[in-house]
């Protein structure tokens, strides 16, 4: 049947459609069997050269068994015809396919759709940013294409091009509309159960000889890690993986039972870090050895290992601690011990006999000696040892005499288990390469290591790294500097040229950049920004109505740009009908025709030639010549707003009704459906308990929970981020060091200069540190925050188990405080922690410390000024801050600090004189105490600071040196001000200004 004329496709169309099918699945040729990107390539030249010879398209049937047997090929190939890489081939085949039977406009929308739609598919495989890239353009494309056919043979390429940017272009505010407000889901949006995460790449949870080797010639990324402090020593970064003790003669593996509770001590300061995980689909999070203060999701098992709830099988952030020096289970369990000294029978008999002569003549510290010694005498470190027999250890130790990582250990464990000393082998990675770009210390594959612990009385599990006897080098610089180039590493580790690894910093870094910002926003991101922007509920219902009135928004919007642009009407026209309204006023005698069919306005009564005239642009013409030159009215930009009207109302209408349904879901009936606090069994024992200790009536208290329920918000926004901001002073600074909060510094000293000069004189305290901390707070009174008090602490104490006893002994103090001063518990606002009033208090804070400065006998930290000045005033004197003494003091480093300064923490405890023998001077009292302050900013020189007492006395208010720094510098610039603006008398100088 042939195709109707006004169905049949332009010719000049069709290269338009082999560009978009060429663009839509180009990429997908990396990830497609070689055989069905041959099968598609070979089809698109095909249709290309029946098209360019205009020659007849085949047959249907020539189609349907070509169409067969690539689905054939598919099953044999994918064994289903469903799933990811089933599917997307399929896709891939059947717009090859399509090309062959273009006739007509329909075949060519087919096309379009299947083009848009294989778009999507490429974020299966990559979500990289030249993938985001290639996708603009091949969009840009497909748009094109789509208007090349409604636009004919008259459209020109580059108007059409230019056409298709502009629609692009109007797009992007609802690209980013829908990308900030759609509700973000946990876990791969497009994730399928069979195949999803296929061919993820990373370490195993067994090792062989081998394993690691082969690893290791892998250039990709399995993790990056940002510290807040200063890097650790390379040869403290060991990243723990999965701990194998049961050994079969070939290959390790983890037992698989349960373990006691760990019993860890640390021996030096923890240092924190964020790391950006890989997805690996392993349950481990290769934590810095030791891991401390793990997210409420990560538990940590027996073996010391971090472990996650469920696989990492998509790129997660998450915020850890690590005590760098610890001592692990110094007390074992028997069982545990009898395991870790179990060796297959009849195995490796050599290295049993040599072990037995250490045994008989050594301590234990002196067999693990002697076998370092012998690895760092007669063995070699390589990618490329030979092949090893039945017995692996003996045919490694006493011929082959080479090999990597897991040979060493394995071989280690062997000699100590067969000493009599229990020992292990620990899997992970260790040491990582620095990007200074954007602070990053960046893991690869390339870095994954294995070694050993072992068991001593006294002292618990010791890492051994036999590895390090043999090439120093790989703990300590790196497996490339241990290696060198005769090695199968990775040529992205091999290339050592300063330009290529410059180059390659910064192409990390920006990638590293998309994956943070972009691909890293996550639904705890997503609610954080929206708490930001004032919109504090944040589950599908208010998105939903956030949604669709941004949307509603920008609609409207684009319409009334459309209509200002709208093309004007033609003069001639106008003129036409200016003039039949001047007949019409002066002669009555003209009679209208409606405009609308078309054949206009004629003259009533008036015969052509009979001189009649009217005046038009300073001519008289006769109606007959009028009517002679009548113009056509051209309803063409009728139609199109006609239609551009249509749309938007079908566009609208669907968004205003999920908005009006979506506010009668979110209606108090429904909410009040959520469970309250009075069917918590904790909240119920808390009333108990208080009726016991303190005269409460659980019975009430009861009744005020039955009136509360959890508050969501407040846990997203107590919960540390798992993908927090980059520690930075110099964006944190701003926020709280700008002109606007001085100048409101200055007016609030002004108009409280009497309280706050009172309140430095009873206490003791600076009268600037006062005003500033004030200003931090809560911006002189303006930003206490609207989250119910009582409903905030309830929520922490019984649904935000990391901290729960803490603000359960807040709740208890915010009910103590309210009984004694008679206060409504529904009435008191505060902040989503429970921080209450101008200064900010705690509840248990506020008991302390609030004191009645004003003299109205009561304390009022919400509206008295007076008694929040006398509060913290209070406060600071009972924590000894001292006026007169310094807080801080730049200091100047010749070269990076040692990392054990930084490590110290801010609490005074070395001399001037110390730190300056360590290459650390300030303008300061050599024999005062101080602390190394570090304010980082990446990419950026660190700025030191010298802290004194009285800024450790700050972070007691908040426990951050960025925070210290901030009041500080903030009191500072305020009594700066002040210097300047008050009367220069001895008496204001000595108030005001440094003398």
Same mark, same amino acid.
């Given at each position: 049947?042939?195709?109707?004329?006004?169905?049949?496709?332009?010719?000049?169309?069709?290269?338009?459609?082999?560009?978009?099918?060429?663009?839509?699945?180009?990429?997908?040729?990396?990830?497609?069997?070689?055989?069905?990107?041959?099968?598609?390539?070979?089809?698109?030249?095909?249709?290309?050269?029946?098209?360019?010879?205009?020659?007849?398209?085949?047959?249907?049937?020539?189609?349907?068994?070509?169409?067969?047997?690539?689905?054939?090929?598919?099953?044999?190939?994918?064994?289903?015809?469903?799933?990811?890489?089933?599917?997307?081939?399929?896709?891939?085949?059947?717009?090859?396919?399509?090309?062959?039977?273009?006739?007509?406009?329909?075949?060519?929308?087919?096309?379009?759709?299947?083009?848009?739609?294989?778009?999507?598919?490429?974020?299966?495989?990559?979500?990289?940013?030249?993938?985001?890239?290639?996708?603009?353009?091949?969009?840009?494309?497909?748009?094109?294409?789509?208007?090349?056919?409604?636009?004919?043979?008259?459209?020109?390429?580059?108007?059409?091009?230019?056409?298709?940017?502009?629609?692009?272009?109007?797009?992007?505010?609802?690209?980013?509309?829908?990308?900030?407000?759609?509700?973000?889901?946990?876990?791969?949006?497009?994730?399928?159960?069979?195949?999803?995460?296929?061919?993820? +790449?990373?370490?195993?949870?067994?090792?062989?000889?081998?394993?690691?080797?082969?690893?290791?010639?892998?250039?990709?990324?399995?993790?990056?890690?940002?510290?807040?402090?200063?890097?650790?020593?390379?040869?403290?970064?060991?990243?723990?993986?999965?701990?194998?003790?049961?050994?079969?003669?070939?290959?390790?593996?983890?037992?698989?039972?349960?373990?006691?509770?760990?019993?860890?001590?640390?021996?030096?300061?923890?240092?924190?870090?964020? +790391?950006?995980?890989?997805?690996?689909?392993?349950?481990?999070?290769?934590?810095?050895?030791?891991?401390?203060?793990?997210?409420?999701?990560?538990?940590?098992?027996?073996?010391?290992?971090?472990?996650?709830?469920?696989?990492?099988?998509?790129?997660?952030?998450?915020?850890?601690?690590?005590?760098?020096?610890?001592?692990?289970?110094?007390?074992?369990?028997?069982?545990?011990?009898?395991?870790?000294?179990?060796?297959?029978?009849?195995?490796?008999?050599?290295?049993?006999?040599?072990?037995?002569?250490?045994?008989?003549?050594?301590?234990?510290?002196?067999?693990?000696?002697?076998?370092?010694?012998?690895?760092?005498?007669?063995?070699?470190?390589?990618?490329?040892?030979?092949?090893?027999?039945?017995?692996?250890?003996?045919?490694?130790?006493?011929?082959?005499?080479?090999?990597?990582?897991?040979?060493?250990?394995?071989?280690?464990?062997?000699?100590?288990?067969?000493?009599?000393?229990?020992?292990?082998?620990?899997?992970?990675?260790?040491?990582?390469?620095?990007?200074?770009?954007?602070?990053?210390?960046?893991?690869?594959?390339?870095?994954?290591?294995?070694?050993?612990?072992?068991?001593?009385?006294?002292?618990?599990?010791?890492?051994?790294?036999?590895?390090?006897?043999?090439?120093?080098?790989?703990?300590?610089?790196?497996?490339?500097?241990?290696?060198?180039?005769?090695?199968?590493?990775?040529?992205?580790?091999?290339?050592?040229?300063?330009?290529?690894?410059?180059?390659?910093?910064?192409?990390?870094?920006?990638?590293?950049?998309?994956?943070?910002?972009?691909?890293?926003?996550?639904?705890?991101?997503?609610?954080?920004?929206?708490?930001?922007?004032?919109?504090?509920?944040?589950?599908?219902?208010?998105?939903?109505?956030?949604?669709?009135?941004?949307?509603?928004?920008?609609?409207?919007?684009?319409?009334?740009?459309?209509?200002?642009?709208?093309?004007?009407?033609?003069?001639?026209?106008?003129?036409?009908?200016?003039?039949?309204?001047?007949?019409?006023?002066?002669?009555?005698?003209?009679?209208?025709?409606?405009?609308?069919?078309?054949?206009?306005?004629?003259?009533?009564?008036?015969?052509?030639?009979?001189?009649?005239?009217?005046?038009?642009?300073?001519?008289?013409?006769?109606?007959?010549?009028?009517?002679?030159?009548?113009?056509?009215?051209?309803?063409?930009?009728?139609?199109?707003?006609?239609?551009?009207?249509?749309?938007?109302?079908?566009?609208?209408?669907?968004?205003?009704?999920?908005?009006?349904?979506?506010?009668?879901?979110?209606?108090?009936?429904?909410?009040?459906?959520?469970?309250?606090?009075?069917?918590?069994?904790?909240?119920?024992?808390?009333?108990?308990?208080?009726?016991?200790?303190?005269?409460?009536?659980?019975?009430?208290?009861?009744?005020?929970?039955?009136?509360?329920?959890?508050?969501?918000?407040?846990?997203?926004?107590?919960?540390?981020?798992?993908?927090?901001?980059?520690?930075?002073?110099?964006?944190?600074?701003?926020?709280?060091?700008?002109?606007?909060?001085?100048?409101?510094?200055?007016?609030?000293?002004?108009?409280?200069?009497?309280?706050?000069?009172?309140?430095?004189?009873?206490?003791?305290?600076?009268?600037?540190?006062?005003?500033?901390?004030?200003?931090?707070?809560?911006?002189?009174?303006?930003?206490?925050?609207?989250?119910?008090?009582?409903?905030?602490?309830?929520?922490?104490?019984?649904?935000?188990?990391?901290?729960?006893?803490?603000?359960?002994?807040?709740?208890?103090?915010?009910?103590?405080?309210?009984?004694?001063?008679?206060?409504?518990?529904?009435?008191?606002?505060?902040?989503?922690?429970?921080?209450?009033?101008?200064?900010?208090?705690?509840?248990?804070?506020?008991?302390?410390?609030?004191?009645?400065?004003?003299?109205?006998?009561?304390?009022?930290?919400?509206?008295?000024?007076?008694?929040?000045?006398?509060?913290?005033?209070?406060?600071?004197?009972?924590?000894?801050?001292?006026?007169?003494?310094?807080?801080?003091?730049?200091?100047?480093?010749?070269?990076?600090?040692?990392?054990?300064?930084?490590?110290?923490?801010?609490?005074?405890?070395?001399?001037?004189?110390?730190?300056?023998?360590?290459?650390?001077?300030?303008?300061?009292?050599?024999?005062?105490?101080?602390?190394?302050?570090?304010?980082?900013?990446?990419?950026?020189?660190?700025?030191?600071?010298?802290?004194?007492?009285?800024?450790?006395?700050?972070?007691?208010?908040?426990?951050?040196?960025?925070?210290?720094?901030?009041?500080?510098?903030?009191?500072?610039?305020?009594?700066?001000?002040?210097?300047?603006?008050?009367?220069?008398?001895?008496?204001?100088?000595?108030?005001?200004?440094?003398?």
């Amino acid at each position: 049947m042939s195709t109707p004329a006004h169905e049949a496709l332009d010719r000049h169309a069709t290269p338009w459609l082999f560009a978009t099918a060429l663009a839509t699945t180009a990429p997908h040729f990396i990830h497609q069997p070689p055989w069905l990107s041959a099968v598609a390539g070979a089809t698109l030249l095909w249709a290309v050269w029946l098209w360019w010879k205009d020659q007849r398209l085949p047959s249907r049937w020539i189609l349907i068994p070509l169409v067969g047997a690539g689905s054939a090929g598919i099953l044999l190939e994918f064994h289903t015809l469903f799933g990811r890489d089933a599917g997307v081939a399929m896709l891939v085949m059947f717009m090859a396919m399509k090309l062959l039977e273009l006739k007509s406009r329909r075949d060519a929308m087919v096309v379009v759709t299947l083009g848009y739609f294989l778009l999507l598919t490429h974020y299966f495989f990559s979500q990289s940013i030249p993938t985001g890239i290639w996708l603009l353009a091949a969009m840009w494309l497909v748009t094109a294409t789509l208007i090349r056919l409604h636009g004919g043979p008259s459209s020109s390429p580059r108007d059409t091009l230019r056409y298709a940017g502009v629609l692009c272009l109007q797009a992007i505010p609802f690209m980013l509309v829908l990308f900030l407000l759609f509700p973000r889901i946990s876990g791969p949006l497009w994730g399928l159960p069979t195949d999803a995460h296929a061919g993820k +790449t990373g370490l195993s949870d067994s090792m062989s000889p081998g394993s690691i080797a082969e690893l290791v010639q892998n250039p990709d990324i399995a993790f990056r890690v940002r510290f807040d402090g200063p890097l650790p020593p390379r040869q403290k970064l060991y990243w723990r993986g999965p701990v194998m003790e049961q050994f079969d003669g070939t290959t390790w593996q983890p037992y698989k039972g349960r373990y006691p509770a760990p019993q860890l001590e640390s021996l030096s300061p923890p240092i924190d870090y964020e +790391t950006t995980l890989e997805a690996h689909n392993q349950r481990w999070l290769l934590a810095l050895d030791s891991p401390r203060n793990l997210p409420a999701e990560i538990a940590q098992n027996g073996t010391l290992t971090a472990v996650s709830q469920n696989p990492i099988n998509e790129r997660q952030r998450f915020r850890l601690s690590a005590s760098l020096d610890y001592r692990f289970n110094t007390s074992e369990d028997p069982v545990v011990l009898q395991r870790n000294l179990a060796l297959p029978a009849g195995s490796n008999p050599q290295a049993r006999a040599l072990a037995g002569q250490w045994r008989a003549s050594q301590s234990p510290e002196g067999v693990i000696d002697k076998a370092l010694a012998l690895f760092a005498a007669e063995f070699t470190y390589t990618l490329q040892p030979p092949l090893l027999g039945r017995h692996s250890v003996d045919d490694f130790l006493f011929q082959s005499k080479r090999g990597f990582c897991e040979h060493y250990a394995a071989a280690f464990v062997v000699l100590m288990r067969a000493a009599g000393i229990p020992a292990r082998v620990v899997g992970g990675y260790q040491g990582g390469e620095f990007n200074p770009l954007d602070q990053y210390l960046v893991v690869r594959q390339s870095d994954a290591h294995a070694w050993t612990e072992v068991w001593l009385a006294g002292k618990g599990w010791v890492r051994v790294d036999p590895t390090a006897a043999v090439s120093p080098d790989r703990i300590e610089t790196g497996i490339a500097s241990a290696l060198g180039f005769g090695e199968p590493l990775p040529m992205l580790i091999q290339l050592r040229s300063e330009w290529v690894r410059t180059l390659r910093y910064r192409w990390e870094a920006i990638n590293n950049a998309w994956n943070q910002s972009v691909l890293g926003y996550n639904p705890q991101r997503q609610a954080e920004l929206l708490a930001r922007l004032g919109l504090s509920e944040t589950d599908w219902r208010s998105l939903a109505v956030a949604l669709g009135s941004t949307c509603g928004l920008l609609v409207a919007g684009v319409m009334a740009w459309a209509l200002y642009k709208r093309p004007e009407r033609d003069p001639t026209l106008r003129l036409w009908h200016k003039a039949l309204r001047h007949l019409a006023r002066k002669e009555g005698r003209l009679r209208a025709v409606g405009n609308a069919t078309g054949t206009g306005p004629t003259c009533s009564g008036t015969a052509p030639g009979t001189g009649r005239t009217f005046p038009a642009r300073g001519r008289r013409l006769p109606c007959g010549a009028l009517r002679q030159y009548r113009p056509t009215p051209d309803h063409t930009a009728r139609r199109h707003r006609a239609i551009a009207m249509k749309k938007l109302t079908l566009t609208l209408a669907p968004l205003l009704l999920a908005a009006l349904t979506t506010l009668a879901h979110a209606s108090p009936n429904s909410a009040a459906k959520a469970p309250t606090f009075a069917d918590d069994p904790a909240a119920i024992e808390f009333a108990r308990d208080l009726e016991t200790r303190h005269g409460f009536k659980a019975d009430e208290l009861i009744s005020q929970f039955a009136q509360t329920r959890p508050n969501t918000t407040v846990l997203k926004l107590i919960k540390p981020p798992a993908s927090p901001l980059q520690r930075s002073w110099e964006r944190y600074r701003p926020r709280f060091l700008n002109d606007r909060r001085i100048d409101r510094g200055v007016s609030f000293w002004q108009e409280n200069a009497g309280q706050l000069a009172k309140a430095s004189a009873v206490y003791g305290v600076p009268e600037e540190i006062i005003v500033a901390i004030i200003g931090v707070e809560t911006e002189y009174g303006r930003n206490m925050g609207s989250f119910r008090v009582f409903e905030a602490l309830a929520t922490l104490a019984f649904n935000y188990p990391r901290r729960a006893e803490f603000f359960r002994t807040e709740l208890e103090q915010f009910l103590l405080l309210a009984r004694e001063n008679n206060l409504d518990l529904m009435s008191v606002k505060g902040s989503f922690a429970g921080a209450i009033g101008i200064p900010q208090f705690m509840p248990g804070s506020q008991r302390r410390y609030a004191v009645d400065f004003d003299g109205d006998q009561r304390v009022d930290l919400g509206n008295s000024v007076d008694d929040a000045i006398g509060s913290v005033g209070r406060f600071l004197g009972a924590a000894r801050l001292a006026s007169g003494q310094p807080i801080a003091v730049p200091a100047t480093t010749s070269g990076t600090p040692e990392a054990e300064l930084i490590q110290a923490g801010i609490r005074p405890s070395l001399k001037v004189t110390d730190l300056a023998g360590k290459g650390i001077s300030a303008n300061s009292d050599p024999q005062a105490t101080a602390a190394l302050i570090d304010l980082v900013s990446p990419g950026r020189e660190t700025e030191y600071w010298l802290g004194f007492e009285n800024f450790y006395v700050i972070t007691r208010y908040n426990r951050s040196s960025f925070y210290a720094m901030s009041v500080f510098q903030l009191g500072e610039e305020i009594r700066g001000r002040m210097c300047a603006l008050q009367p220069t008398t001895a008496e204001n100088r000595a108030r005001y200004c440094r003398v």
